[in-house]
């Protein structure tokens, strides 16, 4: 990046999955930091960790952490962006925020850099990184939409466990082994940690990501309804979805149809998938290739294959979605946008 400005920057959360991810594209990305805060909770605090080969101690995060700070990276949980991004913003920060606090809030962009980017000039202090889910179904569905617009999307994902917590990577390896041991595995954390039932992960699929709400969905799947209509900017679209968590570390997969309002051709769909930023198209079904959580993971980018009409519906399209949860889906999401912020020009 070439630039001059330098910016005081701030992670909430920089001891944790998501914390760790964003400190390191903000050293590989060479981001323009005059100054880097690492805040935690009071646990993580005192702990040292590297930044450019200097050290620097992790501090409590506070309302009074904020001074100075210019961007502020969340990803410490919902309760502590809504008790500390008010402060911060109040101390002229502005905050980017890897939580649901204030996903739907509608004074707040939502925003996937490769869909809406525009949305982070109507920021009020505060800008949303959607769920992870979400994130890579919309980057690889946008040049869809824009060319030949889209009705209704179902969608059903394979998430990975990652995307609960460093905890409950732990629990599956574990259960992996007990059960490879002859043993019964004792489940304590998925599908939700707070709920009093817990479900063996370990050569399982568990069909519940968070709580479920009245209508019968459970809050992840909602989340993906109501922040795809709001990322598009298209109330009138039809989305449903079903998502499920699988025994995988790193990278979640979605099946994913859709019904376009116009006719199209397959290899017109493909073209625009190869040519949007950000997206790569691994669709060669003579050959067995498509993309896989494996290849995904560790990477920056969404993986598109599986690119089928549908054999009953002329305009129903079927694809393969697969991304890296920790990185499109969050840390690099976040640092998008923040780069965005220090160069409002690209």
Same mark, same amino acid.
């Given at each position: 990046?070439?630039?001059?400005?330098?910016?005081?920057?701030?992670?909430?959360?920089?001891?944790?999955?998501?914390?760790?991810?964003?400190?390191?594209?903000?050293?590989?990305?060479?981001?323009?930091?005059?100054?880097?805060?690492?805040?935690?909770?009071?646990?993580?605090?005192?702990?040292?960790?590297?930044?450019?080969?200097?050290?620097?101690?992790?501090?409590?995060?506070?309302?009074?952490?904020?001074?100075?700070?210019d961007?502020?990276?969340?990803?410490?949980?919902?309760?502590?962006?809504?008790?500390?991004?008010?402060?911060?913003?109040?101390?002229?920060?502005?905050?980017i925020?890897?939580?649901?606090?204030?996903r739907?809030?509608?004074?707040?962009?939502?925003? @996937?850099?490769?869909?809406?980017?525009?949305? =982070?000039? %109507?920021? !009020? #202090?505060?800008?949303a990184n959607?769920?992870?889910?979400?994130?890579?179904?919309?980057a690889?569905?946008?040049?869809?939409?824009?060319?030949?617009?889209?009705?209704?999307?179902?969608?059903?994902?394979?998430?990975?466990?990652?995307?609960?917590?460093?905890?409950?990577?732990?629990?599956?390896?574990?259960?992996?082994?007990e059960?490879?041991?002859?043993?019964d595995?004792?489940?304590?954390?998925?599908?939700?940690?707070?709920?009093?039932?817990?479900?063996?992960?370990?050569?399982?699929?568990?069909?519940?990501?968070?709580?479920?709400?009245?209508?019968?969905?459970?809050?992840?799947?909602?989340?993906?309804?109501r922040?795809?209509?709001?990322?598009?900017?298209?109330?009138?679209?039809?989305?449903?979805?079903?998502?499920?968590?699988?025994?995988?570390?790193?990278?979640?997969s979605?099946?994913?149809? @859709?019904?376009?309002?116009?006719?199209?051709? =397959?290899? %017109?769909? !493909? #073209?625009?998938?190869?040519?949007s930023?950000?997206?790569?198209?691994?669709?060669?079904?003579?050959?067995?290739?498509?993309?896989?959580?494996?290849?995904?993971?560790?990477?920056?980018?969404?993986?598109?294959?599986?690119?089928?009409?549908?054999?009953?519906?002329?305009?129903?399209?079927?694809m393969?979605i697969?991304?890296d949860?920790?990185?499109?889906?969050?840390?690099?999401n976040?640092?998008?946008?923040?780069?965005?912020?220090a160069?409002?020009?690209?």
């Amino acid at each position: 990046m070439s630039i001059q400005q330098l910016f005081n920057v701030a992670v909430v959360g920089a001891t944790g999955a998501v914390g760790e991810q964003i400190r390191r594209l903000l050293e590989e990305r060479n981001f323009p930091i005059a100054s880097l805060k690492l805040l935690s909770s009071a646990r993580s605090a005192g702990s040292t960790i590297e930044f450019k080969g200097q050290p620097i101690t992790v501090e409590e995060a506070t309302p009074e952490s904020f001074r100075g700070v210019d961007i502020a990276l969340f990803s410490a949980g919902g309760d502590v962006s809504k008790a500390l991004i008010p402060h911060a913003v109040v101390h002229g920060a502005v905050c980017i925020d890897n939580t649901n606090a204030y996903r739907m809030d509608p004074e707040t962009p939502l925003v @996937v850099p490769e869909v809406n980017l525009d949305k =982070i000039n %109507e920021h !009020k #202090g505060i800008i949303a990184n959607p769920n992870c889910s979400t994130i890579q179904m919309v980057a690889a569905l946008k040049p869809i939409y824009d060319r030949f617009g889209i009705s209704r999307i179902i969608v059903s994902t394979y998430q990975a466990v990652s995307g609960a917590g460093a905890s409950a990577v732990t629990e599956m390896l574990r259960q992996s082994s007990e059960v490879l041991a002859g043993n019964d595995p004792k489940p304590a954390i998925l599908p939700v940690s707070s709920l009093p039932v817990k479900h063996q992960i370990a050569f399982n699929v568990i069909p519940q990501i968070d709580k479920f709400q009245d209508n019968g969905f459970t809050l992840e799947e909602m989340k993906m309804i109501r922040e795809t209509k709001k990322i598009m900017g298209d109330e009138s679209l039809e989305v449903t979805a079903t998502c499920v968590r699988v025994p995988v570390v790193y990278g979640h997969s979605e099946s994913v149809y @859709v019904e376009l309002k116009k006719d199209f051709e =397959i290899e %017109e769909i !493909k #073209g625009l998938l190869s040519d949007s930023p950000g997206i790569v198209l691994i669709d060669d079904p003579s050959g067995q290739q498509y993309p896989l959580a494996t290849d995904a993971a560790g990477k920056n980018d969404v993986f598109v294959g599986r690119v089928r009409r549908d054999l009953s519906n002329p305009r129903g399209l079927n694809m393969w979605i697969v991304s890296d949860n920790l990185l499109k889906g969050a840390a690099w999401n976040a640092v998008q946008i923040a780069e965005y912020i220090a160069i409002p020009q690209q």
